[in-house]
């Protein structure tokens, strides 16, 4: 994994690599984006570029044919190591000290880096612990942080971090990644990478049939529901909070809601969803003013069950569904 194999993302390789040839990396980053779009890939090209032992004479990217590169390839190397959440979703304490053991030794040459994937998951005292690593860093450690929610972490974290942020990738790109990789028609393709939202990893895992859901199903239930009816409301948002793809399905209604707002704003052709056109026309009655108040419900609703604020999910989508069907309805068009 070179910075060569790393898409959509110029400017925030040109960084890195500079930082390499000239030899001046920060001890700490924090990596900020949404969520697939190649942050922990370009974490480990990073890595591998700053322990290639030909980096000089490859322009600050890794040659992939010394010893070095051939280690971060066969995945032995010693100076790569990824921090993820546990399987309930935290870092805990007894991580954060396990890295700050690991990063105490001083390695010969080169650099140790060490990439917290979903540190938004870490709560207060793993922070806290683990801001000390911060203040005081071991030469040669490089400490990188991947979260697309950074306004959960510490400021005092935030702070010590040089901060890089990562834009979603061009639907154009994706689109072309997508024809070159899956046997995909051009109109399929094109719709995957609207669909994946900026997120390479998102349309490669909708292309592999990796959605878990059919969307027009999923909002027609939504849209069937009524306020005069509060029991069914409330047995689906049982059933939704229960349900595995919860996340992702949360996510597509932000994105459905979001193209809401486009078609109410003339703008269809900026849609997500295109296969939805004519629903979103049919419901673009409610108005912008109510449009926008359930896009920030839904967006405040995910932000709210996730780590690290972890909130009842059956009571928080029940206020997401009960706002959605008061709002959505025609008949109350504003």
């Known amino acids: 994994m070179s910075f060569s194999d790393i898409i959509g993302h110029d400017r925030e390789v040109a ?28 974490a480990r090209a990073f890595a591998m570029a700053l322990n290639c032992e030909s980096s000089a004479e490859s322009g600050g990217d ?52 060490f990439v917290i994937d979903g540190a938004e998951a870490m709560g207060k005292a793993p922070s806290n612990a683990f801001l000390k690593t911060l203040e005081e860093p071991t030469s040669g450690t490089i400490i990188i942080l991947v979260t697309p929610v950074p306004s959960a972490l510490l400021p005092t974290i935030l702070s010590r971090c040089q901060r890089i942020n990562f834009r979603p990738v061009g639907t154009a790109l994706i689109e072309s990644k997508l024809s070159e990789d899956a046997d995909l028609s051009d109109g399929d393709a094109r719709l995957l990478a609207t669909l994946a939202n900026g997120s390479i990893a998102r349309a490669v895992e909708i292309s592999s049939g990796g959605i ?27 059933s939704l ?39 979103l026309k049919e419901r673009s009655g409610i108005g912008l003013r109510r449009a926008m108040s359930l896009y920030e419900t839904a967006c405040a609703t995910e932000s709210e069950i996730m780590p690290p604020r972890n909130a009842n999910k059956r009571l928080a989508v029940e206020v997401l569904l009960l706002e959605f069907c008061k709002n959505i309805r025609m008949d109350r068009a504003a």
């Open 15 to 42: 960084l890195l690599k500079n930082a390499v040839k000239t030899n001046r990396a920060a001890h700490a980053y924090l990596f900020t984006g949404i969520d697939g779009i190649g942050k922990v890939a370009t």
């Open 62 to 113: 890794s040659c992939g044919q010394c010893s070095s590169c051939r280690a971060f390839e066969d995945g032995s190397t010693l100076d790569f190591e990824l921090v993820l959440p546990d399987e309930k979703g935290y870092i805990k304490i007894e991580r954060v000290r396990e890295l700050q053991r690991a990063a105490r030794f001083r390695v010969e040459r080169g650099y140790r880096v």
């Open 212 to 238: 878990g859901f059919d969307r027009a199903d999923f909002i027609g239930e939504l849209l069937g529901l009524s306020p005069a009816d509060p029991a069914a409301i409330l047995a689906v948002a049982q």
């Open 241 to 279: 909070a229960k349900d595995v793809d919860l996340f992702e399905k949360l996510d597509f209604l932000k994105t459905w809601l979001r193209d809401l707002i486009l078609v109410i704003e003339d703008a269809g052709e900026m849609i997500v969803n295109c296969d939805m056109s004519k629903l």
